[in-house]
């Protein structure tokens, strides 16, 4: 049975991570439903660098829906747009208290999980420039990605980790070593 994950999104998402993770996490046989966190009910959102991304469901649909991992990208003010998704903040507690894993990039793990507690005593990473604002985690400013088995949180520091940052999804999803195939064949030999 393929494993169930939410990838909510909104205006000023990064695109390259948005597009990255949704990918990397299909090929590895994840049932993945993107949501939009628009407070118009909208499904389409311009990313970060205008991208157009239209969204599987509003984010309203999702409620009540187990998932097996919640994984938000970053990019600004995209970060700030899903921080005040209440429905999204709702389904992020419900994670937590549940014991399954959630994930963030970039601006994410600062502005979203951080400012709602969701990082209290969690050995994290996240943007540079936003570091000065993971209040409450065990921050590791020197990792880009960093995994929390015991908290289950995966957390990442920006763009240019986005291809690792879903390997290491699809691991918390399938088993240690699991992103190997996709890396194969996605050619991303540095993985290897």
């Not at 439903?33 to 991304?53: E, F």
């Not at 970039?106 to 709602?116: E, G, R």
Request: glycine fraction near 8%; proline fraction near 6%.
């Amino acid at each position: 049975m393929p494993r169930q994950v939410l990838i909510p999104i909104a205006d000023g998402s990064e695109d390259i991570e948005v597009v990255t993770i949704i990918d990397t996490l299909r090929r590895a046989g994840a049932q993945v439903t993107v949501a939009s966190c628009l407070p118009d009910g909208n499904q389409a959102i311009t990313a970060s660098q205008k991208t157009q991304i239209t969204a599987d469901v509003h984010i309203e649909a999702c409620t009540g829906k187990p998932f097996h991992l919640i994984a938000l990208p970053g990019g600004m003010p995209g970060a700030e747009n899903l921080k005040g998704c209440k429905t999204l903040i709702k389904l992020l507690n419900d994670q937590q208290k549940a014991g399954k894993w959630y994930a963030a990039i970039c601006a994410s793990p600062a502005i979203v999980l951080a400012q709602h507690g969701l990082l209290d005593n969690v050995h994290a990473t996240c943007y540079p420039s936003f570091m000065d604002q993971m209040e409450g985690a065990l921050p590791h400013p020197g990792n880009t990605i960093v995994v929390d088995e015991k908290k289950r949180v995966i957390t990442a520091q920006g763009p240019g980790n986005a291809m690792g940052f879903s390997f290491k999804l699809v691991d918390a999803l399938y088993g240690k070593d699991a992103f190997r195939p996709i890396a194969k064949q996605m050619i991303a030999d540095w993985a290897l």
